[in-house]
Each structure stands twice: as C-alpha cells, then as structure tokens.
C-alpha cells in the first residue's frame, strides 16, 4: 500500500500526508488510485477532510465530469464533512469549464442558502461562464456588484474582464477599461498585456497593438514568445509581410523557441509569398525540435508540399497523420484538391472531391471553388461553367473567380451579366474581378456599356 511506504518514510500517518498522497495522483488523473488511498487511509484510522474531497471534486470535475465531481459533494455529507467555499468554487470552475451557467447559478444559491458566502473567485468563474456564453453584459452587471460590494477585484478579475471584452468584440470598451485601471493605479503584469494585444489583433488593430507593445516595454516586463507570435501572426494576416519577418528575426535574437502554432504561422506565411525555401527550412527545424504535430500543423505541412509540387509527399504525410489518430478536416481536403487542380489533375481533383461527399463532408464550398478556378485559368470555361453551376452553394470568391475567368476567355457579355446580377442582389465582387469587365468592355471598343457597368458599381456601393 501506498500510504504504509509513506509510515515508513515519515514515522507516523497524518490527514496532511493523506491529502499530499491524494494531491499527486488527481493532478496526475489517476483518480482510482486516489480513491484507494483514501480508504487504506480509513482502514488505518486516518479520515480525510474537506481539504481531501476538495481536492477530488477538482479532479473529477477536470477530468471525468461536472456531474462526477458533483457526486463527491454527496459523499462528503454522508461522512459528516461540511463543505466549504472551496468545494463550490470547485464546482462552479467545473460548470463553467462546460458552459453549463444553470448550474453555476444553482451552486452560488446553494452556498448562500448554506451560509458560505462566496468569494472573489466564485464570481470570477461566474463572469468566465457569461462571457463564454457570450453574455457580456450580464458578465458585466457581475464585476459591477462586486466592486460595488465588499469584495476586492483581484488581478485574475481584471484579467477575465479584459479577455471575456475582447473575445465578444467589444475590443474599444476592453481598452478603455485598461486605462481606467491604470488611472486607479492598477499594474498589468504580462498576462494582462498579451490579452489585451490578442484582443487588438484579432480585431485587426495592428497599430494599437503595436503602441501596447511598446507600452509592456516601458512597463518593465519582457515580452514573451506568445507575445511576439500574436503580432507576427497578425502582421502576416494583414500582409505586412516585412514587419511580421522583422519580428520573427527579434524572436530569433532572442533565442525565444516556437511552439507548434509559432512555426505554423511563419511557415505559412512563407508559403503565402512564395518563400518556399523559408517555408520548408522552418518545417525541418520544426522536426528537429520534436514538436507535437497536431491537425493544424499537419495541414500546413500539406499545404507547403502542394505548394512545392510534391503532391506525393503530400499523401504520404496524410497516411502519417491518420496513424498518429487525427482525422482530416475539410481544409485538409480542400489543400489537397487545391494543389491537385495546381498541378493540373482536375479527373484527380473531382474524383477527391467525390470522396469528401462519399465520407460526409456537408459544406465542400472552398473545394468547389479550387475547381472552378483551375478549369477557368486553365481556359477550360465550358467544364467551370457547368461546375460552377452545379453547385447548390455559392459565395464571393465563386462569382468573383467565374466573371475575371469569364473575362479572360473574351466572354464579356456573360461576364457582364454575372456581375449585374451579383450587384443587383447585394453579392460582393472583388474590385479586381468588377475592374476585368470594365477594362475588358473598353478595350473591346464597347465603352457605352463600361459606363453603365460602372454607374451600376457606384449604385450598388450605395444601396449596400
């Protein structure tokens, strides 16, 4: 028995022993030896405490269920052990990992029913659960009856606030509370600065993002990997393809290592300008490091070799991915009909694209849409049009793709009439696809009809 080794070493068995047993093995999700140890405890004479049954609430609730950890709530009465605002706080993180905010509600009456008050944290897990429920508001009314109550807001408080703010897009209030708080003296630590840049990021607000991550220079704390792959990812997103690279170069200097999402992020942006050299040397170190591949980081691996043309290479990394246990996802897929149509198999593309309905992919637009652009570059028009007409689901892309391919095989009139037609019912057209029809009617010598193309483009920008 565990806890007889455990006499031996120590001379003599306490509850506080029991419980660092207990600690060990629910941090470690080995619940059922937990379990054991708690009744060779009892046979000993050794009775666990709050502290014991809190700790596996916690475990159970992380591990198994909110249900699970519920149970322990029931064990703990019939032993004669009360609970504490600990044991709730427990259950709510549990609710809340779930989203499940009738029980968190449930839990918080429950307490005060019992004569627990809660405390910072019990609310804290509450605004985590609105927020991912996407309340905001009523996450909001929370933090106001806590600062209007006798309960401190911690640093964690703030920090929910912040990210819960930013992930419901509401990026200007969440910035506007970080002033408010440093105006009442409240010091961010990095946490809080890396929420905050995430946030502006996500919002595509590359530029304040950067004044913040000056503002954290200033402040004394060292930016960290995450910090810097959050700005890099966002440069590449907004094509500030120097900036991102110049950042990534700081990185290096600094000797920061990447995780799997690091090296994902410049990889494919190496690829999304053409530096497949770049692109395939960061995916050799990337092995090297021993990084935990995941599905996305498969993907992009796929995305690379179709880029390069190595269609073969392709697949074989696909075989690898379905032995380590993932299963491909519809941009798996689509990577991989993409570079079939690049390469010019499109008989190979439409059979892969046959397998994805076979194996019950619903929304196959993106694939689609690969097809119908390779058949129009290609100066297939004819089989692009009966493709882009068989399909059931249509976006942007698809009718910006078919008019500038339309364009480009002289069909103006038809072209012309596609982007009447998306105009009238409100489909956004590229500029570049909506500039191919004008120039192309001009150069025809049909400038009357240029002219209206572009009245109905102005009106159409209006009305929309």
């Not at 390069?308 to 897929?333: I, N, P, R, S, V």
């Not at 008019?403 to 002289?410: E, G, M, Q, S």
């Not at 025809?444 to 109905?456: F, L």
Request: glycine content about 8%; overall charge positive; some cysteine.
């Amino acid at each position: 028995m565990v806890i007889v080794l455990v006499m031996i070493m120590f001379g003599k068995l306490s509850t506080r022993l029991l419980n660092i047993c207990i600690c060990t093995f629910c941090k470690a999700n080995r619940l059922e030896r937990a379990e054991a140890i708690i009744i060779d405890g009892i046979r000993l004479g050794v009775l666990p405490d709050v502290v014991t049954y809190n700790m596996l609430i916690d475990a159970y609730c992380q591990f198994v269920s909110f249900d699970a950890g519920y149970t322990i709530l029931n064990r703990m009465r019939e032993a004669g052990i009360s609970p504490d605002v600990v044991t709730y706080n427990s259950l709510i993180a549990g609710a809340t990992r779930n989203s499940l905010l009738s029980c968190s509600l449930d839990l918080l009456d429950e307490m005060l029913e019992m004569g627990i008050p809660p405390d910072v944290w019990s609310y804290n897990s509450l605004m985590h659960c609105l927020f991912q429920l996407g309340k905001p508001d009523e996450a909001n009314r929370v933090f106001q009856d806590m600062i209007c109550g006798d309960l401190t807001p911690c640093t964690a408080t703030f920090n929910i606030m912040l990210n819960g703010l930013c992930k419901n897009r509401y990026t200007d209030n969440a910035l506007r509370m970080f002033r408010g708080l440093q105006k009442h003296g409240f010091v961010p630590e990095l946490v809080t600065y890396n929420i905050l840049i995430k946030g502006l990021c996500k919002a595509g607000r590359l530029r304040t993002a950067w004044w913040i991550l000056k503002e954290l220079g200033d402040s004394g704390h060292a930016p960290n990997a995450i910090t810097y792959t959050t700005i890099m990812k966002c440069c590449f997103r907004n094509r500030k393809y120097k900036l991102g690279l110049e950042i990534l170069s700081a990185m290096k200097r600094k000797g920061y290592t990447f995780d799997g999402f690091g090296y994902c992020t410049v990889i494919a942006a190496f690829v999304k300008i053409g530096r497949l050299k770049e692109a395939t040397d960061y995916m050799e170190q990337m092995v090297t490091d021993g990084v935990q591949l995941d599905i996305v980081s498969y993907n992009t691996l796929i995305n690379l070799y179709c880029k390069e043309g190595k269609l073969e290479a392709a697949y074989l990394l696909l075989d690898e991915m379905e032995k380590q246990g993932f299963e491909c996802d519809k941009y798996t897929h689509t990577i991989l009909i993409d570079g079939l149509c690049k390469a010019g198999n499109i008989k190979g593309a439409r059979l892969h694209l046959e397998y994805m309905n076979k194996i019950g992919f619903d929304s196959n637009l993106e694939a689609y849409n690969c097809i119908v652009d390779r058949l129009g570059k290609d100066g297939k028009i004819d089989h692009a049009i009966n493709v882009f007409e068989s399909m059931e689901v249509k976006d942007s892309f698809t009718y910006s793709s078919m008019v500038h391919n339309l364009c480009k095989a002289k069909r103006l009139p038809s072209a012309s009439k596609l982007l009447l037609s998306c105009l009238k019912s409100g489909v956004r057209i590229l500029k570049s696809a909506q500039k191919a029809v004008v120039d192309g009617l001009r150069h025809s010598g049909c400038r009357r009809e240029a002219k209206k193309i572009q009245s109905k483009i102005r009106m159409a920008k209006i009305s929309h």
